[in-house]
């Protein structure tokens, strides 16, 4: 038979029916193979996603969950041991005063030496012999003593307190005597090492706003004292004290 006669066999037996249900069969196959690709590509990626997430929280770091201030861990700048740095002793020879001898106990005598005022200032500060007295060099410790003022609030351990030899009466305020107001000041002031008031301040005001403070202050700086004694000596010291203003008629 020949091509023709196929070819024409073929169109007489399938018509357009037969063709139409073709096309759907063929369209509705190529739409299944289409939508499992899809599926495929999708699942994968899921399945990829969930492996990694897996593998994410096997190595997730344990977390600790704080309810009280108690729970919180100290701060490293605590826990870290900070570096040791080596420091060299310096060489100084050590005190003679002070130190025991070992001696046996059939010799011990029981005989107590302090060592005097010089002894000790010559132990916490010594001085060098002077140039051209000894071999070597020499070092003259020459320094002038400041006066030192303490701070308001810094503690002095004294022998004596102050003494007040001296108290000026402050000068009663115009606009406290118009209003007719009482009240009482507490004054603060540094006493240096000749009775002197070399600082004076408000330690607690009197709350009445006519002036008692600057009065207070004002005869404060006029007041003499006999100085404070530490070990013999006078030292500068802070003194409170209150001023009382009382109106009178």
């Given at each position: 038979?020949?091509?023709?006669?196929?070819?024409?066999?073929?169109?007489?037996?399938?018509?357009?029916?037969?063709?139409?249900?073709?096309?759907?069969?063929?369209?509705?196959?190529?739409?299944?193979?289409?939508?499992?690709?899809?599926?495929?590509?999708?699942?994968?990626?899921?399945?990829?996603?969930?492996?990694?997430?897996?593998?994410?929280?096997?190595?997730?770091?344990?977390?600790?969950?704080?309810?009280?201030?108690?729970?919180?861990?100290?701060?490293?700048?605590?826990?870290?041991?900070?570096?040791?740095?080596?420091?060299?002793?310096?060489?100084?020879?050590?005190?003679?005063?002070?130190?025991?001898?070992?001696?046996?106990?059939?010799?011990?005598?029981?005989?107590?030496?302090?060592?005097?005022?010089?002894?000790?200032?010559?132990?916490?500060?010594?001085?060098?012999?002077?140039a051209?007295?000894?071999?070597?060099?020499?070092?003259?410790?020459?320094?002038p003593?400041?006066?030192?003022?303490?701070?308001?609030?810094?503690?002095?351990?004294?022998?004596?307190?102050?003494?007040?030899?001296?108290?000026?009466q402050?000068?009663?305020?115009?606009?406290?005597?118009?209003?007719?107001?009482?009240?009482?000041?507490?004054v603060?002031?540094?006493?240096?090492?000749?009775?002197?008031?070399?600082?004076?301040?408000?330690?607690?005001?009197?709350?009445t706003?006519?002036?008692?403070?600057?009065?207070?202050?004002?005869?404060?700086?006029?007041?003499?004292?006999?100085?404070?004694?530490?070990?013999?000596?006078?030292?500068?010291?802070?003194?409170?004290?209150?001023?009382?203003?009382?109106?009178?008629?």
């Amino acid at each position: 038979m020949s091509a023709k006669t196929v070819g024409s066999t073929v169109s007489s037996v399938m018509g357009a029916l037969e063709l139409k249900r073709y096309y759907q069969r063929s369209m509705t196959l190529g739409v299944m193979i289409a939508a499992a690709f899809h599926l495929a590509i999708i699942g994968g990626a899921l399945f990829y996603q969930y492996l990694k997430e897996r593998a994410m929280d096997d190595e997730a770091v344990a977390v600790v969950r704080i309810k009280t201030m108690s729970d919180v861990a100290p701060p490293p700048s605590m826990t870290q041991q900070k570096p040791q740095v080596a420091v060299e002793q310096p060489d100084i020879a050590p005190p003679t005063i002070g130190i025991p001898t070992p001696v046996p106990d059939e010799e011990v005598v029981e005989e107590v030496r302090f060592a005097t005022r010089a002894e000790l200032a010559e132990l916490s500060a010594p001085v060098e012999a002077a140039a051209g007295s000894g071999g070597g060099d020499s070092v003259i410790v020459d320094i002038p003593v400041e006066e030192y003022f303490p701070e308001a609030d810094e503690f002095v351990a004294v022998e004596e307190m102050p003494v007040q030899i001296h108290e000026e009466q402050p000068v009663y305020p115009e606009m406290a005597a118009l209003t007719e107001k009482s009240g009482t000041v507490w004054v603060q002031a540094l006493v240096d090492k000749e009775g002197r008031v070399r600082d004076a301040r408000v330690l607690k005001p009197s709350g009445t706003n006519v002036g008692f403070e600057d009065a207070a202050l004002e005869a404060a700086y006029k007041n003499r004292y006999k100085p404070a004694i530490q070990n013999g000596r006078p030292v500068a010291v802070w003194v409170s004290y209150k001023v009382d203003f009382k109106f009178r008629k």
